[in-house]
T-cell receptor
């Protein structure tokens, strides 16, 4: 089966600019996750969708981050405006249901200068 | 929320050696996964193991849910085993997010 697809692989922007990341989960996976991984740390959940509804966004900095999952398939994560501390790898994952194993994409490495 | 602690934080081995990585968690869990993050940053599923024992080639894992820990065994290590190994869990409680430990950085020397 095809894995989780993410794009772009790399992005460099200046602070205060905006950026968007795209994720296409494994076909049929109802649950989609966005994680942020800062260098040297484990991934941290930003937002979790069940189909096209938000299940958990308690750790999403909502003043600058937004995410949507239209039609319960693809998802986009946006940062506007970016700060230096947003430099990280943004990982998308999907699973068939909320207690099933997660499968991760290759991530987008964001550098904010 | 649930706490996940991994040990050791760093491990250096000679090729061919065996190792054991440990994951302790502070609450009962519905989901426990072991991941390998390779030097290119890709997170690879190793095991989905909320309880019991599983083996896949040179790797095996055991989770003792009642005692809130899991172990990952790597036998006859190879240089390609290098990277960071993460344990991640979903609590049985109301919080349903997959929470990661801080990882074990493994370096296998030729």
């Amino acid at each position: 089966e095809a894995g989780v697809a993410q794009s772009p692989r790399y992005k460099i922007i200046e602070k205060r600019q905006s950026v968007a990341f795209w994720c296409n989960p494994i076909s049929g996976h109802a649950t989609l996750y966005w994680y942020q991984q800062i260098l040297g740390q484990g991934p941290k959940l930003l937002i979790q969708f069940q189909n096209n509804g938000v299940v958990d966004d308690s750790q999403l900095p909502k003043d600058r981050f937004s995410a949507e999952r239209l039609k319960g398939v693809d998802s986009t994560l946006k940062i506007q405006p970016a700060k230096l501390e947003d430099s990280a790898v943004y990982l998308c994952a999907s699973s068939p249901s909320r207690n099933s194993p997660l499968h991760f994409g290759n991530g987008t490495r964001l550098t904010v200068t | 929320g649930i706490q996940v602690e991994q040990s050791p934080p760093d491990l250096i081995l000679q090729e061919g050696a065996n190792s054991t990585l440990r994951c302790n968690f502070s609450d009962s869990v519905n989901n426990l996964q072991w991941f390998h993050q390779n030097p290119w940053g890709q997170l690879i599923n190793l095991f989905y193991i909320p309880s019991g024992t599983k083996q896949n080639g040179r790797l095996s894992a055991t989770t003792v849910a009642t005692e809130r820990y899991s172990l990952l065994y790597i036998s006859s290590s190879q240089t390609t085993d290098s990277g960071v190994y993460f344990c991640a869990v979903i609590s049985s409680g109301s919080a349903r997010q997959l929470t990661f430990g801080s990882g074990t950085q493994l370096t296998v020397l030729p």
